[in-house]
């Protein structure tokens, strides 16, 4: 059975990060993985926010693609402080990568993050103890890296850990409301047996 991957990527707007995006749906096609992208291959009338926290609670596992998208030449950060500096060529995701990522985070989902090599690490792209950010050129070579199948194997093992988990959980849930509705039965066929047995007692009199 497939199991449901969120994937946070913003709109490919180059034929080199479409290629990168499809290579890597591809590799979790041929893992038993079913990508779940919202605007992708997902639509919904409800508000974003609302149908990405949706979408999020229905998988086991979350990759998020961080693009270059917005690039500043020059700019100054801090202005107007003592810390203030002039900052150039910084390179920025789509914030959807950040709120995704967050949102993924914040459901327990498994991480493979992937930023593209000389973007500002910060935020969810910030490394940290909690999950590895891979950093690489958008090359397809790069996807068949030693280091790339290494980290993907050790996710893909936390993944399905995740999966097993929820569906224990949802099946003791299930367990548990069969009996509710067997006992609720058995309840009311014994009140409706008591009556009976009084209505008759009645009706003898």
Same mark, same amino acid.
């Given at each position: 059975?497939?199991?449901?991957? $969120? ?12 290629? $990168? ?9 041929? *893992?038993? !993985? ?8 997902? $639509? ?35 202005? *107007? ?26 459901? *327990? ?38 280091? $790339?199948?290494?980290? !993907? ?19 003791? !849930? ?32």
């Amino acid at each position: 059975m497939s199991i449901n991957i $969120f994937i946070s990527s913003g709109t490919p707007y180059t034929k080199k990060q479409e290629k $990168f995006l499809d290579d890597v749906e591809k590799i979790l096609t041929n *893992n038993d !993985f079913t990508s779940r992208t919202a605007g992708r291959n997902c $639509f919904s009338i409800e508000q974003p926010i609302k149908f990405v926290n949706e979408l999020i609670r229905s998988c086991s596992g979350a990759v998020i693609i961080a693009f270059k998208r917005i690039k500043i030449s020059k700019g100054i950060e801090k202005p *107007n402080s003592s810390e203030q500096k002039d900052i150039e060529n910084i390179y920025l995701p789509t914030i959807w990568n950040q709120l995704e990522a967050a949102m993924a985070y914040g459901n *327990n989902l498994p991480l493979l993050i992937i930023a593209e090599k000389g973007l500002k690490p910060e935020g969810m792209l910030s490394k940290r103890l909690e999950w590895y950010i891979q950093e690489i050129e958008i090359e397809p070579e790069n996807l068949e890296s030693k280091e $790339f199948k290494g980290r !993907f194997e050790s996710w893909k093992d936390q993944v399905i850990k995740h999966e097993n988990k929820s569906n224990k959980i949802l099946s003791k !849930f299930k367990d548990n409301k069969l009996w509710t509705i067997i006992s609720t039965l058995v309840a009311s066929m014994s009140l409706i047996a008591t009556l009976a047995y009084y209505a008759g007692l009645a009706s003898s009199k």
